[in-house]
C-alpha cells in the first residue's frame, strides 16, 4: 500500500534524495521548505503525487498549522522525517549568540514542534513513524569545529529517545537515523561559519585536511535504506546510514569506552 510521506527540508540533499525515493515507490508527499522554487520541476514530474509549500519550521504557530493542513491533504500522515537543518562551523570561542539562536531554532527546536504538531495527529490515529535525521554517534561527545552542530544533534537524539518510549503504546514509531557524509549542499549553502579567530589557524589547517580527505556517498543509497526502514514491522529506535560512518562510529565508541575503562578506580571514589 501507498505511504503519505510528510518532509522537511525538501528541496536539497537528503531531503530531494528521500522525496524521489518515496515517489519512486508510488508513495505521496508533502515536501516543506521555505524555498518551494526548487521542486517545482520534481511536482510537474510526479503527476500530483508531490505537493510542497513554504514552511519555515523555527515558526512553532506555522509548524502546527503547516502540518494540519498536510495531514488533512492528505488524509493521514504515515511517515514524517525531520530532515530540514543547517550546518554550524567554528570554534566554541568564535560563535556568536545570534549564530547559535538561529541554528537551534532550525535543527533543533524545528524539529521539536514538528514532533508536537505531529505526535497528536498519529497518535489519535494510532499508527505512523517519525525519522529524525541526526548525524553520526559520537558527534555528540564533542568534536572541533562542529562543537555546536553537534550539540543540536546530540540534543535531538536526547529527545528521540524520549519520544520513542512515550508514542509506542500509542503505535507510533520514532528513528533517530546518522547518516555519514553524502554528497549534498550542507557545506554549501546550508553552512554558516564564523569569523576565523587567528589562533585556531593551525588547528584549521589540519582539519581542512582531515575533511578534504572524507568521501561523499550519493544520497540516494541513503534513501534506499530509509525506504527499507520504513518497511520493518519493529523499526530500529536508532541506526547507522553508511559503511564508512558505521565503522567511524564504532571507533569513537570503543575510544570513549576505553577512556572511561582507563579512569574507572578514579570513578568508583565518587560513591
Not at 52 to 81: K, M, Y
Not at 210 to 238: G, H, N, Q, S
Request: aromatic fraction near 8%.
Amino acid at each position: 500500500m501507498s505511504r503519505r510521506w510528510f518532509i522537511t527540508g525538501a528541496s536539497r540533499g537528503l531531503g530531494t534524495a528521500f522525496t524521489e525515493a518515496a515517489l519512486a515507490a508510488g508513495d505521496r508527499v508533502v515536501g516543506v521548505v521555505r524555498d518551494v522554487t526548487p521542486l517545482a520541476e520534481l511536482v510537474t514530474r510526479s503527476g500530483g503525487a508531490l505537493s510542497t509549500f513554504s514552511l519555515d519550521v523555527s515558526d512553532r504557530e506555522a509548524v502546527v498549522a503547516g502540518v494540519r493542513n498536510a495531514f488533512d491533504e492528505v488524509d493521514g500522515i504515515d511517515v514524517v522525517v525531520n530532515n530540514a537543518g543547517g550546518a554550524l562551523l567554528g570554534m566554541i570561542e568564535e560563535v556568536t549568540e545570534q549564530q547559535v539562536r538561529e541554528h537551534f531554532d532550525t535543527n533543533l527546536f524545528g524539529a521539536l514542534w514538528v514532533c508536537q504538531a505531529v505526535v497528536p495527529l498519529l497518535r489519535e490515529q494510532g499508527s505512523g513513524h517519525i525519522l529524525q535525521i541526526a548525524t553520526m554517534p559520537g558527534a555528540g561527545g564533542g568534536f572541533a569545529s562542529t562543537g555546536l552542530y553537534g550539540a543540536g544533534k546530540a540534543a535531538l537524539e536526547t529527545i528521540s529517545g524520549a519520544l520513542a518510549m512515550e508514542v509506542e503504546p500509542f503505535g507510533v514509531s520514532v528513528t533517530t537515523v546518522h547518516p555519514g557524509g553524502y554528497d549534498t549542499e550542507l557545506f554549501g549553502r546550508g553552512l554558516t561559519t564564523t569569523a576565523p579567530n587567528p589562533a585556531y589557524a593551525p588547528l584549521r589547517e589540519r582539519l581542512d585536511a582531515m575533511f578534504d580527505e572524507a568521501e561523499d556517498f550519493d544520497p540516494r543509497r541513503a534513501a534506499e535504506v530509509l525506504l527499507k526502514i520504513v518497511d520493518l514491522d519493529e523499526p530500529p529506535r536508532r541506526i547507522i546510514l553508511g559503511g564508512a560512518a558505521y565503522d567511524m562510529s564504532m571507533d569513537v565508541f570503543r575510544a570513549t569506552t576505553a577512556e572511561f575503562a582507563a579512569w574507572e578506580a578514579l570513578s568508583r571514589q565518587g560513591d
